[in-house]
């Protein structure tokens, strides 16, 4: 009896035995799952590969190799000496070749001998038509007589210019391919879909090392980093350097969702802050280059600044600072005829909004010469709309922003708001060479201390409105200052003119 029920309890612990082991690989296993996906998750992994995707569009990525010869007048030492505003001063790297011997200039009384020198430049560009089209920076090319294009298998193909536009930093060049070799070309994308995380890879020349692939993601977008009236840079940690300037830079997809052409670097090499035009910037441009030779932006006619909180309030401008504030508007312009005022704030354009003054240039540039618009302004608090019939902005002629500083001077006589005002006389007028028929307030004395000192207000200027009411006397400035305290308003708008007539707007605080 006690054998049989020995046996039955060994039975029952190695039947038991096997349980809890079965249980203990069900555990491990279960958290080895849920281990392994919370360690890697998907957003975290990145692309496994970039190859196939590169191997798809190098092809279309090319090296773009510039030269001119330029006449050099030789030094008093009889060397040769590179005028001032060669091309390329701004470009990656720059070979000089062929430097011929030094000019005479001896004491035998000869005249130095006229030398020329050859410069270089590399960069990187891509098709975007397998007819020949190719696209890079104008920096790129800059005024060069020889520009070759050279293929991903080494063919060099000579380049004739289509177009250039500085202001975007873009040119357009025509190859004629061989007939047995075709080319291949690349899309362009749509950089608006671009979310900063997005990955993007770039291809390109570093260094004259080309056919160089780097990977990263999209930074930020509309990136303003002042080099010109249209800046709406994307900003991407991938890899980019010296020669990759013209080259792609390209989405998931083998498409073009900007142009590879500034570096932020203390160093000259890449820091991971690099910057490309935006393809909706980009293709818009390249077509009208394509079509004419030459872009054609829309023109408005106006000289903005910025709003800030302080000139909202004072506006009585609804939803916080917004817009841009119109300071100038020329006597010949579109925004003229079409009833636009200075004091306007232009919130809205042609169904657009403007979000900042630096938006409008951009947006009115983009859009078709002679197009009638709608642009839609707060005036003295109120929303009204304006059709204007765009102009053409023609080369000499710039997006306007007010001007910020004028001369200094001193004395006094009545004082608002940190400011020493006296009335308008032929003596003040001669004193501060004030242009004749402009009328306001003389600024004689700002307070360092004050907010005004601050907005950079100066002697000299004049006070032409406050609070969008025309002031000629330092009383009404008293007395419409007094008037915005009684409502309660937190701050004044001044309308402040140069010596010269140009205007700007200042929001004083009025606590």
Same mark, same amino acid.
């Given at each position: 009896?006690?054998?049989?029920?020995?046996?039955?309890?060994?039975?029952?612990?190695?039947?038991?035995?096997?349980?809890?082991?079965?249980?203990?690989?069900? @555990?491990? !296993?279960?958290? +080895?799952? #849920?281990? %392994?996906?919370?360690?890697? $998750?998907?957003?975290?992994? /990145? =692309?496994?590969?970039?190859?196939?995707?590169?191997?798809?569009?190098?092809? @279309?990525? !090319?090296?773009? +190799?510039? #030269?001119? %010869?330029?006449?050099?007048? $030789?030094?008093?030492?009889? /060397? =040769?000496?590179?005028?001032?505003?060669?091309?390329?001063?701004?470009?990656?790297?720059?070979?000089?070749?062929?430097?011929?011997?030094?000019?005479?200039?001896?004491?035998?009384?000869?005249?130095?001998?006229?030398?020329?020198?050859?410069?270089?430049?590399?960069?990187?560009?891509?098709?975007?038509?397998?007819?020949?089209?190719?696209?890079?920076?104008?920096?790129?090319?800059?005024?060069?007589?020889?520009?070759?294009?050279?293929?991903?298998?080494?063919?060099?193909?000579?380049?004739?210019?289509?177009?250039?536009?500085?202001?975007?930093?873009?040119?357009?060049?025509?190859?004629?391919?061989?007939?047995?070799?075709?080319?291949?070309?690349?899309?362009?994308?749509?950089?608006?879909?671009?979310?900063?995380?997005?990955?993007?890879?770039?291809?390109?020349?570093?260094?004259?090392?080309?056919?160089?692939?780097?990977?990263?993601?999209?930074?930020?977008?509309?990136?303003?980093?002042?080099?010109?009236?249209?800046?709406?840079?994307?900003?991407?940690?991938?890899?980019?350097?010296?020669?990759?300037?013209?080259?792609?830079?390209?989405?998931?997809?083998?498409?073009?969702?900007?142009?590879?052409?500034?570096?932020?670097?203390?160093?000259?090499?890449?820091?991971?802050?690099?910057?490309?035009?935006?393809?909706?910037?980009?293709?818009?441009?390249?077509?009208?280059?394509?079509?004419?030779?030459?872009?054609?932006?829309?023109?408005?006619?106006?000289?903005?600044?910025?709003?800030?909180?302080?000139?909202?309030?004072?506006?009585?401008?609804?939803?916080?600072?917004?817009?841009?504030?119109?300071?100038?508007?020329?006597?010949?312009?579109?925004?003229?005829?079409?009833?636009?005022?200075?004091?306007?704030?232009?919130?809205?354009?042609?169904?657009?909004?403007?979000?900042?003054?630096?938006?409008?240039?951009?947006?009115?540039?983009?859009?078709?010469?002679?197009?009638?618009?709608?642009?839609?302004?707060?005036?003295?608090?109120?929303?009204?709309?304006?059709?204007?019939?765009?102009?053409?902005?023609?080369?000499?002629?710039?997006?306007?922003?007010?001007?910020?500083?004028?001369?200094?001077?001193?004395?006094?006589?009545?004082?608002?708001?940190?400011?020493?005002?006296?009335?308008?006389?032929?003596?003040?007028?001669?004193?501060?060479?004030?242009?004749?028929?402009?009328?306001?307030?003389?600024?004689?004395?700002?307070?360092?201390?004050?907010?005004?000192?601050?907005?950079?207000?100066?002697?000299?200027?004049?006070?032409?409105?406050?609070?969008?009411?025309?002031?000629?006397?330092?009383?009404?400035?008293?007395?419409?200052?007094?008037?915005?305290?009684?409502?309660?308003?937190?701050?004044?708008?001044?309308?402040?003119?140069?010596?010269?007539?140009?205007?700007?707007?200042?929001?004083?605080?009025?606590?």
């Amino acid at each position: 009896m006690d054998s049989v029920v020995r046996a039955d309890s060994a039975l029952r612990l190695r039947a038991l035995r096997r349980t809890l082991s079965s249980v203990l690989i069900a @555990a491990t !296993v279960a958290t +080895s799952v #849920s281990v %392994t996906g919370l360690s890697q $998750p998907a957003f975290a992994k /990145g =692309p496994e590969s970039l190859a196939d995707l590169a191997d798809q569009v190098t092809d @279309a990525v !090319v090296n773009i +190799s510039a #030269s001119t %010869t330029v006449e050099a007048r $030789p030094s008093a030492r009889g /060397g =040769p000496q590179l005028p001032p505003g060669t091309p390329f001063e701004d470009l990656f790297e720059e070979f000089f070749n062929k430097r011929g011997g030094r000019g005479g200039g001896g004491g035998d009384g000869e005249s130095p001998r006229q030398q020329s020198r050859k410069s270089n430049s590399l960069g990187s560009g891509f098709i975007i038509d397998a007819s020949g089209i190719v696209v890079t920076n104008n920096h790129v090319i800059g005024d060069a007589n020889d520009i070759q294009v050279i293929l991903h298998n080494g063919t060099k193909l000579k380049a004739e210019i289509i177009g250039k536009d500085p202001k975007i930093d873009l040119a357009v060049l025509r190859v004629k391919p061989e007939a047995d070799k075709p080319l291949k070309a690349v899309p362009f994308g749509d950089s608006e879909k671009m979310r900063p995380g997005d990955w993007v890879i770039a291809i390109g020349n570093p260094f004259g090392l080309g056919g160089s692939v780097s990977a990263g993601i999209v930074s930020a977008r509309g990136r303003n980093i002042e080099s010109g009236p249209y800046d709406n840079y994307i900003q991407t940690d991938a890899a980019i350097n010296k020669g990759n300037s013209g080259g792609p830079l390209f989405n998931m997809n083998g498409e073009v969702i900007g142009i590879n052409t500034a570096i932020l670097s203390p160093t000259g090499g890449s820091v991971g802050i690099g910057f490309a035009v935006p393809s909706a910037t980009a293709s818009q441009v390249i077509d009208q280059l394509r079509e004419f030779g030459e872009v054609r932006r829309g023109w408005l006619g106006v000289r903005i600044q910025n709003v800030d909180d302080a000139t909202a309030e004072a506006l009585g401008l609804k939803g916080g600072a917004r817009g841009a504030l119109i300071a100038g508007v020329d006597e010949k312009g579109p925004a003229k005829v079409s009833g636009l005022e200075v004091g306007d704030v232009i919130v809205k354009f042609n169904g657009t909004p403007v979000k900042s003054s630096s938006d409008l240039p951009r947006i009115v540039a983009a859009t078709p010469v002679g197009k009638v618009v709608e642009v839609l302004v707060v005036r003295k608090g109120a929303e009204t709309t304006k059709s204007v019939t765009l102009g053409r902005l023609e080369d000499n002629e710039k997006p306007q922003l007010a001007n910020a500083r004028q001369p200094e001077a001193e004395s006094s006589v009545r004082q608002a708001l940190g400011l020493n005002l006296s009335n308008l006389n032929d003596d003040l007028r001669r004193r501060y060479g004030i242009k004749d028929g402009l009328k306001g307030v003389v600024v004689m004395r700002v307070d360092p201390n004050s907010t005004a000192a601050d907005k950079q207000i100066k002697p000299g200027e004049l006070i032409v409105e406050v609070g969008q009411e025309p002031v000629t006397t330092p009383a009404e400035v008293t007395k419409r200052v007094e008037q915005l305290r009684k409502e309660n308003r937190k701050s004044v708008l001044l309308m402040v003119a140069s010596a010269s007539g140009d205007v700007r707007f200042v929001a004083l605080g009025l606590d």
